[in-house]
């Protein structure tokens, strides 16, 4: 009896040790993402632009060696661009337990489930830009990071151009109305009012909309001087043709942020897009993406548009955090992001400086573009909102 204890106590110990050996110290060697994003359904394009980037960077992370000397594994859990899902895929996620999730893109699925992300700990880098995901932070532990300017932000730096240099007085605003759509149109209400621009109309389509005919045929009665489409890329892309068979680009400028300038607006709107002009966060136009642009065409012969860039940069700023703390702490990682600049020159892979604030807000140049023979053209550089922070990668 005593031999039959000490033979099941020793096979217990073999087995302890084999299990202890083989899966965990294999998981020592790497560090677990989660990329929770949109694969399929409205946002599925702009989805896997985002994963591109997160996993090109990855990738070239690796190559290099790792982030601490491990290596990045990604796991992809599908939001299928519905807010509710989007909450389930984070629950999943979380019983993974990654380092960090990377995503989503559209921000009613960010603003979803960035809250069980904080309660669970993990940080959360998405390509949203609802300027209520940093409102929604705790200021004094941030745990989602945006990947590019918020709303209110962009609008504050073409509030100028729009009235300086393409002399709007009178608006029309046509928006989807999601959450991106609906931020875009009040944050362009409350900084144009107060310098003399008249909002005229404003007129909400829904995702996936088709026909603008109704919308457009108010736009042309209304006297605007500018038309603003603040929409996604798939309505972007169907409004703009529809706007050119109205004339009413004849009638006002066509103006936008950067969804109406992207690659895959350009590929649905084709000439139709011509002479449209705008403010992008990120842009193949960027003297600064280049490297990485030749990289994704190379790839995927075709260009990348702003959610890749967000990814892949998002990528390279995680990595530059952990190092600079030399641990995979969580806490710590927050902690270092606050009010915080990554200069290029210190980490080549962000490409561009970036500053992160006390809620998780980024800020850095970003881009006014036009649309000749449907590539984006630059027409001007935007500087930071601070450039103060950035002082120190001069």
């Avoid at 190379?298 to 600079?324: Q, W």
Wanted: net charge positive.
């Amino acid at each position: 009896m005593v031999r039959k204890i000490w033979l099941v106590s020793f096979l217990a110990i073999v087995a302890c040790t084999f299990l202890l050996s083989s899966p965990v110290s294999a998981q020592q060697d790497k560090v677990t993402l989660a990329i929770v994003a949109e694969q399929s359904g409205g946002g599925a394009v702009v989805g896997e632009r985002w994963t591109r980037g997160v996993q090109m960077a990855g990738d070239e992370i690796n190559a290099s060696g790792g982030i601490l000397g491990k290596k990045v594994e990604f796991f992809i859990i599908d939001t299928k661009t519905e807010a509710p899902v989007a909450v389930a895929a984070v629950r999943k996620a979380i019983a993974s337990n990654p380092f960090a999730v990377m995503g989503p893109v559209y921000s009613g699925s960010s603003i979803a489930c960035m809250g069980l992300l904080a309660e669970a700990g993990i940080p959360q880098f998405v390509a949203s830009e609802s300027p209520n995901i940093a409102t929604k932070n705790d200021p004094k532990n941030p745990n989602t990071f945006l990947s590019s300017l918020n709303v209110d932000l962009s609008v504050q730096k073409v509030a100028n151009w729009i009235t300086d240099v393409l002399k709007t007085k009178k608006m029309a605003i046509l928006w989807v109305n999601n959450e991106f759509g609906r931020s875009g149109k009040d944050a362009l209400k409350k900084v144009l009012t107060p310098k003399g621009v008249e909002i005229v109309i404003d007129l909400a389509a829904e995702l996936g909309q088709s026909s603008f005919t109704g919308e457009l045929a108010r736009v042309k009665s209304s006297g605007a001087d500018t038309l603003f489409v603040y929409m996604n890329e798939e309505e972007s892309g169907k409004v703009l043709p529809q706007i050119r068979e109205m004339g009413i680009d004849k009638q006002m400028k066509i103006i936008g942020e950067t969804t109406i300038l992207t690659e895959d607006t350009l590929r649905l709107a084709k000439d139709a897009a011509n002479g449209v002009q705008g403010h992008v966060g990120l842009s193949p136009a960027a003297a600064p993406l280049k490297p990485v642009t030749d990289k994704y065409f190379a790839k995927y012969k075709e260009y990348p548009d702003h959610n890749f860039y967000k990814g892949y940069i998002s990528m390279y700023v995680l990595k530059a955090a952990v190092e600079d703390n030399k641990s995979f702490d969580q806490q710590k990682f927050r902690d270092r992001m606050k009010n915080r600049v990554f200069c290029r020159k210190d980490y080549p892979g962000i490409l561009m400086d970036v500053y992160y604030d006390g809620k998780g807000d980024i800020d850095r140049q970003t881009f006014l573009i036009k649309i000749e023979n449907q590539k984006q053209t630059m027409s001007g550089i935007l500087q930071p909102m601070n450039p103060g922070n950035f002082a120190g990668c001069k």
